[in-house]
């Protein structure tokens, strides 16, 4: 099966809020941190943020940073992005990504073991 699945995206207006939903079906969910990453249409992957194991700490990229929050379910192998005050900017497909491990500085630029194949997020103007 798949490991990880996306869902939550769609439309949205600028200033609105969305909640995506990442499905795990990983031995050990627990043991993986959890990250978000996006990709704009003919841009780079950029980090979004990422959650510990545990779900005590989280870290976040600069452009959403007071915007957007990772939460975790550890019983039901589900992780959450809440994004709030959308911009245009935040237009993208969102991937969830686990790496087996903790947190631990530049995981932004780690090795991940699953990736999701994505939920498109378009912020209107």
């Known amino acids: 099966q798949v490991p990880l699945v996306e869902s939550g995206g769609g439309l949205v207006q600028a200033g609105g809020s969305l909640r995506l939903s990442c499905a795990a079906s990983?031995?050990?969910?627990?043991?993986?941190?959890m990250a978000w990453f996006r990709q704009a249409p003919g841009k780079e992957r950029e980090f979004v943020g990422i959650i510990s194991r545990s779900g005590a700490y989280t870290y976040y990229g600069d452009s959403v940073k007071g915007r957007f929050r990772i939460s975790r379910d550890n019983a039901k192998n589900t992780v959450h992005l809440q994004m709030n005050s959308l911009k245009t900017a935040d237009t993208a497909v969102y991937y969830c990504a686990a790496r087996n491990g903790p947190v631990v500085p530049g995981a932004e630029n780690l090795k991940y073991d699953y990736w999701g194949q994505g939920t498109q997020v378009t912020v209107s103007s």
């Open positions: 990983i031995r050990s969910f627990s043991s993986y941190a």
